[in-house]
């Protein structure tokens, strides 16, 4: 790239000022005021969280449903099944999800910069980071039950978690691949995309496990049944969702006029550090959440078996309810991250009040919802009397925690926008490992205080406390001008490295 060349993309990139230039970026067009920009954003990340939250409902289904097919097999297929998925979550999708998450800074910046095509290059190379990851995943996996025996699991369960790991991992790449796909896709504003794709495939994912469980003699599986129809699945999401990017994308890029599409080339394997970089702290900040709701059910084993049972049916209710703020959360980054991209400084701060406002009126109806109905709830799950009342007890701090989940996650998907994993890795970590797990451990184990299962919660809500108002601070304190500066300057050194002397020129017109 020569200097006139640079010269010419740094100018498109921040414009000449003149005389009629403003120094700041004016709260909102004259003919607009704040009320009207705050409805339009409010309007717009409903429509796109709607899509999103279709898109995760479904894809858990995809987990769900083969624990449900396999838990009519037997109890020890019950308890070998959720020690696989288990510890499928803590060693692979979580670092998938965490690693993926580095996206969520560079797409939707980069879709509405003036070089969308940055979009499908840093696409191409979170497929190669994620690639080289798996291969300790893989060999984790394969040696899962020496690992699980050495942790002292059941030999019978140790088996037949290894088991599902060994087949569902026909899946892990595509898993990986379609964890890129859906930010590839939202980035754009193709939000549907994803959900029309996982709609597909969930009913055929339902009615595979049927039959390769309990179908025919001559089709039916057994066990082993459940995870190859899963594994199957994901295969079936990549499938459609490549053919969707091949006869569907090209339509949505003519009316845009412009498209994500980058020729693979020498600069897809090209800086990769930033990737790594984001995708490690992005783990940090997703998997050690993730990681401190397992400890909190091993501590839950602890207690009693009927706590255990309670504490099972209260994060299957927790985990429902969230879906709304993650879906929100997702949308929430895209927004502020393509707003960025655009120089939107004066519009992007709107965005964020208008997603807290969602996440304040989500968690109200969510929390509502829970205690009209907790005392008749847990017994879609249990027969136990026992087993529904302690699950009642807790649950109004399951509903004051929705709030504080709410803030803590848009929160944490402001933080992505930014490109700011780390912070939010530091929030998590200290919030659940320094300040939330102690406390809930002190509450339910100390002698003289022994609160049991409610004592976990209190715990467990005070580090969402604490994230949420540690991340909002942050979030209150940032320079909206300065971000999109350093947006600015991270497209620039993209252009400039893949258009260095030696380095295979990309494809940009």
Excluded at 76 to 90: I, K, R
Excluded at 196 to 211: E, T
Excluded at 394 to 400: Q, T, Y
Excluded at 464 to 473: E, N, P, R, V
Aim: aromatic letters at 10%.
């Amino acid at each position: 790239m020569d200097q006139q060349d640079e010269a010419t993309w740094t100018s498109a990139l921040h414009p000449s000022p003149s005389e009629h230039t403003p120094l700041l970026h004016a709260p909102t067009d004259k003919r607009e005021s704040y009320g009207k920009v705050f409805c339009e954003e409010l309007i717009t990340l409903i429509a796109s969280g709607l899509p999103i939250l279709g898109t995760h409902i479904f894809e858990h289904s995809l987990i769900i449903t083969s624990v449900v097919t396999i838990g009519h097999l037997s109890t020890n297929a019950l308890a070998g099944v959720a020690l696989g998925s288990m510890t499928a979550g803590v060693s692979g999708f979580s670092i998938i999800y965490g690693l993926s998450s580095a996206l969520d800074t560079l797409l939707p910046s980069a879709w509405t910069s003036q070089k969308p095509e940055l979009v499908g290059l840093w696409t191409q190379r979170m497929i190669v980071v994620e690639a080289i990851c798996l291969i300790p995943m893989f060999v984790i996996w394969f040696n899962s039950e020496n690992i699980l025996l050495w942790l002292r699991q059941d030999p019978e369960i140790a088996r037949l978690a290894a088991t599902y790991l060994y087949w569902i991992s026909l899946g892990l790449p595509a898993y990986a691949f379609n964890s890129i796909t859906r930010r590839y896709f939202q980035s754009q504003g193709l939000f549907a995309a994803p959900t029309r794709i996982v709609i597909v495939v969930a009913p055929v994912n339902a009615f595979m496990n049927w039959l390769l469980v309990w179908g025919p003699k001559p089709i039916r599986l057994g066990y082993i049944g459940a995870p190859i129809a899963t594994a199957l699945s994901f295969n079936l999401i990549s499938l459609l969702s490549i053919a969707y990017g091949f006869w569907v994308l090209p339509a949505w890029n003519r009316q845009n006029k412009k498209s994500a599409w980058h020729p693979i080339c020498r600069g897809s394997f090209q800086n990769l550090g930033l990737l790594f970089h984001l995708g490690l702290a992005g783990v940090a900040q997703i998997a050690s959440e993730w990681w401190a709701w397992e400890l909190a059910g091993l501590a839950a084993s602890q207690i009693s078996p009927l706590a255990l049972a309670a504490q099972s049916i209260l994060l299957a209710t927790g985990s429902t309810a969230a879906q709304g703020v993650f879906a929100l959360e997702s949308a929430c980054s895209v927004r502020i991250g393509n707003l960025l991209g655009e120089g939107r400084a004066d519009r992007a701060p709107v965005a964020a009040i208008a997603a807290m406002v969602i996440g304040l009126a989500s968690a109200t109806s969510t929390c509502a919802v829970l205690l009209a109905f907790r005392k008749s709830w847990a017994y879609m799950f249990t027969d136990d009397p026992e087993v529904a009342a302690l699950y009642a007890s807790i649950l109004p701090l399951v509903g004051l925690y929705q709030f504080f989940d709410a803030g803590k996650a848009l929160a944490g998907g402001i933080l992505r926008a930014r490109g700011k994993q780390g912070i939010g890795a530091l929030l998590n970590l200290s919030g659940y490992y320094l300040v939330g797990m102690p406390l809930g451990l002190l509450l339910t184990f100390h002698p003289k205080i022994e609160l049991g299962l409610r004592g976990l919660w209190i715990g467990l809500t005070v580090s969402l406390l604490y994230c949420a108002a540690g991340g909002g601070w942050i979030c209150a304190k940032t320079d909206w001008d300065e971000e999109v500066r350093r947006v600015r300057a991270r497209i620039a050194k993209e252009w400039n490295l893949t258009n260095e002397p030696g380095s295979l020129r990309v494809g940009y017109e």
